[in-house]
């Protein structure tokens, strides 16, 4: 289990660094370059979907828990932005979430 989900971390970290890219570029802090390593780590992201076990549907429910728990580490770690309560009680709970449906895969 814990080499699925570290799957599912390195998954939402190629997808929210390729978003990233992008996203600094559209603000006009960097210049087209970035579109480069933006796609690569789409693409990435795309592929280590296909690593996973379990049928799409499935995965994407559980990626997609993972990926709004890394969301929030990014903002604070990437963006400097203070957690609130609510994102720090909403991240738990969604995670505690994606951990039941993990857990299921189980049985």
């Known amino acids: 289990m814990i080499k699925i ?8 970290l190629a997808e929210i660094s390729g978003c990233y890219f992008v996203y600094i570029w ?14 690569l780590c789409l693409m990435l992201f795309a592929w280590l979907l296909t690593l996973h076990p379990e049928a799409s549907g499935r995965t994407y429910a559980t990626y997609g828990g993972i990926y ?3 969301s929030i580490i990014w903002l604070k770690l990437v963006d400097h932005v ?3 309560t609510f ?3 909403g991240s738990m709970i969604i995670l505690l979430g994606t951990l039941v449906i993990i857990w299921g895969w189980r049985t």
Not at 5 to 12: E, H, N
Not at 26 to 39: C, H, N
């Open 26 to 39: 559209a603000k006009k802090v960097v210049s087209a370059w970035f579109l480069i390593p933006a796609a």
């Open 5 to 12: 989900i570290v799957l599912f971390i390195f998954t939402a």
């Open 82 to 84: 203070k957690l609130s």
């Open 87 to 89: 994102d720090l009680i």
């Open 68 to 70: 709004v728990v890394a």
